[in-house]
């Protein structure tokens, strides 16, 4: 069977986070998913994948069902397909943060940058004064990334804060483009820079993942692979998973 893949966030105030977890857990284990699901107090991140209808049953719920009571009515969900499962097991974690900035003024729910339609993005980045920015580590950023961006050189998004301190500045750097995998880690970057006193930041909305969907190949600027946290590796343009065998011959 082919399956439906889901990655999927939204910063939204759930002070009742730890309480949601085993419900969530037992919800997604009824319909038979895997895949890794993150629950703090700022909102959910994760990617999971099952059957395409526990998918759907899956998406429904969070945004519309009883269990969170409609705060995840903006949920960023993104879709793709896998040709065999591509996680071993249902994990349904608690953190500090939906993804680790340790920044507290950075707080998406009060201020991010500007969204950027995928459609949109081409022109922006294309713009002699705009500094294109790939927030994602290192090692992703070597599989494939936008023609001209900048590589922060960061092992984890931790670090980014490091980098902004010492490499970007306000008075030079007056407008950013910056972008990831699905659109949260820029959620989290643009606020930090916005608290920093940046004045225009944008971000690629949905992500690389929404870009390589519906940006047609032969007008896109991205080049070579992106990486997800799967055993699907990374996806090319059509979010068509990577030639395995292909893969073991470079």
Not at 55 to 80: C, Q, T
Not at 143 to 167: C, H, L, R, Y
Not at 173 to 198: N, P, V, W
Request: with cysteine; net charge neutral.
């Amino acid at each position: 069977m082919t399956y439906k893949v889901c990655a999927f966030y939204q910063f939204a105030a759930l002070p009742d986070y730890r309480e949601l977890r085993e419900p969530l857990r037992a919800f997604c284990a009824g319909l038979a998913l895997k895949g890794s699901v993150l629950l703090a107090g700022e909102g959910i991140n994760g990617t999971i994948a099952g059957a395409p209808e526990a998918i759907d049953a899956f998406a429904h719920e969070l945004a519309h069902g009883v269990l969170f009571g409609g705060r995840l009515n903006n949920l960023e969900l993104k879709f793709s397909t896998a040709a065999r499962m591509p996680f071993g097991r249902l994990k349904v974690r608690l953190k500090k943060e939906i993804v680790t900035l340790g920044d507290a003024a950075a707080d998406p729910t009060r201020r991010v940058g500007t969204y950027v339609d995928a459609h949109e993005w081409n022109a922006l980045i294309a713009a002699p004064e705009t500094l294109l920015l790939d927030t994602r580590n290192a090692f992703e950023v070597a599989m494939g990334t936008f023609e001209g961006a900048v590589d922060p050189d960061i092992k984890s998004f931790g670090q980014f804060k490091e980098f902004a301190t010492q490499k970007l500045d306000p008075a030079k750097h007056r407008r950013i483009a910056m972008f990831c995998t699905g659109g949260i880690r820029c959620e989290k970057a643009s606020a930090h820079l916005l608290a920093r006193g940046f004045a225009e930041v944008y971000h690629l909305k949905g992500g690389i993942l929404k870009y390589l969907e519906v940006v047609p190949e032969a007008q896109s600027r991205w080049r070579g692979e992106c990486f997800v946290f799967d055993e699907r590796v990374a996806l090319g343009h059509g979010l068509r998973e990577r030639d395995k065998d292909a893969a073991r011959d470079e």
